[in-house]
């Protein structure tokens, strides 16, 4: 039989593993304080273990702390997901639909680029989070090739850009 302990790490587990996309430390909460299966202490004790193990990834950003499940974590979870209730991975479920739908919202990556006067590409990379911009830059490239790349590279790498930008410049 499962610890409690050990049922709300599985919990986390499951649901960032069932994201689209990183969750943060209150949308964690959120889920997991609503329904009283623990206490908040109880809870950032659970994801500090689960930190410290390797098995979720811990990103600092904007004071906010956001989750995501490492490849060792979603390894631990395929041997003990049964042994999550069908009620709990259905509320997770449900919770995710909604909590995915806010988080992709309120992070906005827009990439576009244009001829510049002297014939070469320019393109500009934003990242918007619930409308401020983070990040507004500009990059000139030589060929349209080169602009497409950037645009579709963007969303995929802002995340690693913006730390390095602010790990070079703090």
Not at 1 to 21: A, C, G, N, Q, R
Not at 87 to 116: H, W
């Amino acid at each position: 039989m499962e610890t409690p302990f050990t049922v709300y790490k599985l919990i986390i587990l499951y649901m960032l593993s069932h994201s689209d996309t990183e969750l943060t430390n209150s949308q964690l909460s959120e889920f997991i304080l609503d329904r009283d299966y623990t206490n908040y202490f109880h809870l950032q004790q659970a994801i500090s273990e689960l930190v410290e193990a390797g098995l979720i990834y811990k990103r600092v950003k904007s004071n906010s702390s956001y989750y995501q499940i490492t490849s060792d974590g979603a390894s631990t979870l395929s041997f003990f997901e049964s042994d999550l209730s069908p009620e709990i991975r259905k509320d997770v479920s449900e919770f995710l639909k909604t909590a995915g739908y806010e988080v992709q919202n309120s992070i906005v990556t827009p990439a576009d680029y244009y001829i510049t006067s002297q014939g070469n590409y320019s393109v500009r990379c934003q990242l918007l989070e619930k409308n401020v911009s983070l990040i507004d830059l500009n990059i000139s490239v030589p060929t349209l090739e080169a602009a497409e790349a950037v645009c579709k590279a963007w969303p995929l790498k802002y995340q690693k850009i913006y730390d390095k930008l602010m790990e070079e410049l703090l």
